[in-house]
């Protein structure tokens, strides 16, 4: 069963500049997450999707970061503009169903993302 | 969400067994146990889940007391693979078992 798959893997850019990372969950999982890890911390949720609609944004910065699931299969984030403090793994995973008996999430590579 | 506290890191010989001990004194009564292991450049891997009493995989065993305010991890035998951020997750088990903490950082000695 392939996993999660993740690109770019790495990402350097400028302030202010903009960045796009996709997501393509394991095949069949009706949920999808985006994850940030700051270097040190532990992951921080910030969208749930289940199909293609959203299940819970709350802690995602929507004056500067946007996601979106069309078809319910892949995932873009964006981030416009990019600040320093943005510099993190971004990470995707999805899980089978939120209703499924064994909720276990599976996670892809992550995106380094480098804000210089 | 119900929040975890975990010790920051622990250290380990090759060989011994490993408990790392999660405080969720806030659980609630859907709420299950997660566990997660990350290995540095890697995305979490699920461990284990449990709810009460111990549950057992081909990886580890997790003790959930009665009162369920604590779980603890044991890992059997530790090698020098083992040595990774783990993760105590509280929620229920349809969703929200997101909040993952700073982790314990386990470092396995030769």
């Known amino acids: 069963e392939a996993g999660v798959a993740q690109s770019p893997r790495y990402k350097i850019i400028e302030k202010r500049q903009s960045v796009a990372f996709w997501c393509n969950p394991i095949?069949?999982?009706?949920?999808l997450y985006w994850y940030q890890q700051i270097l040190g911390q532990g992951p921080k949720l910030l969208i749930q999707?289940?199909?293609?609609?959203?299940?819970?944004d709350s802690q995602l910065p929507k004056d500067r970061f946007s996601a979106e699931r069309l078809k319910g299969v892949d995932s873009t984030l964006k981030i416009q503009p990019a600040k320093l403090e943005d510099s993190a793994v971004y990470l995707c995973?999805?899980?089978?169903?939120?209703?499924?008996?064994?909720?276990?999430?599976?996670f892809g590579p992550g995106t380094r993302l480098t804000v210089t | 969400l119900a929040k975890t506290t975990q010790p920051i890191s622990m250290d380990s010989y090759e060989g011994q067994e490993v408990n790392i001990t999660c405080s969720h004194n806030n659980i609630a009564t859907n709420d299950y146990i997660t566990w997660y292991q990350q290995f540095p450049s890697q995305g979490p891997r699920f461990i284990i889940q449990?709810?009460?009493t111990k549950v057992t995989n081909e990886v580890a065993s997790l003790f959930i007391p009665a009162d369920r305010k604590s779980s603890t991890l044991s890992l059997p035998r530790v090698s020098l693979s083992d040595t990774a951020v783990y993760y105590c997750l509280v929620g229920t088990r349809a969703g929200n078992q997101f909040y993952f903490g700073t982790g314990t950082s386990l470092t396995v000695i030769p």
């Open positions: 999707f289940q199909n293609n609609g959203v299940v819970d």
């Open positions: 995973a999805s899980s089978l169903n939120r209703d499924s008996r064994t909720y276990e999430q599976y």
């Open positions: 449990g709810y009460k």
């Open positions: 095949s069949g999982h009706a949920t």
